[in-house]
């Protein structure tokens, strides 16, 4: 199915409902990967907005991507609690080991910043793949992803 069909379908399941934007997103989202910005303004006409209404959302929300992730992906809390038990140290060692930076897909790897992660007693807080880390470290999760990626 292309994607203006796929589209089509999500749009017509989110027909009529009050507060249609968040859950299209989301559907966008979970059927492509990311929300391309071509879908943003048959979003928009579907549901007599803006295309920047559209955009901005997209961009305000941190959960939803505007590019295709790496087959894995890396969350790294940035609240206060992680940022206390060396959070930003982790980070910019992670960052360094791999090459890239928060925001940034290279090869298989996608490292995001996510602001609570609900581990806040075992920080730092990391997610790998799904999987909630806590007392999180560089070496671990680069542990990690090599293992998954082995």
Do not use: W
Not at 70 to 95: F, T, W
Request: hydrophobic share 45%; net charge negative; with cysteine.
């Amino acid at each position: 199915m292309n994607t203006n069909d796929r589209l089509a379908e999500i749009l017509a399941l989110h027909r009529g409902r009050e507060g249609a934007l968040l859950p299209i997103l989301h559907d966008v989202q979970a059927a492509f990967g990311h929300v391309p910005e071509a879908v943003y303004q048959p979003i928009a006409d579907a549901l007599r907005l803006g295309r920047a209404e559209v955009a901005g959302v997209v961009s305000f929300y941190h959960d939803f991507r505007d590019a295709p992730t790496g087959r894995h992906v890396i969350k790294l809390c940035r609240a206060e609690a992680c940022q206390s038990m060396g959070g930003a140290d982790m980070i910019a060692r992670l960052e360094t080991a791999l090459g890239m930076k928060l925001g940034e897909t290279k090869g298989d790897v996608t490292l995001e910043a996510v602001f609570c992660l609900g581990l806040c007693a075992c920080a730092p807080a990391a997610e790998v793949d799904g999987q909630l880390v806590g007392r999180a470290s560089a070496a671990r999760l680069e542990a990690m992803i090599a293992e998954v990626s082995a």
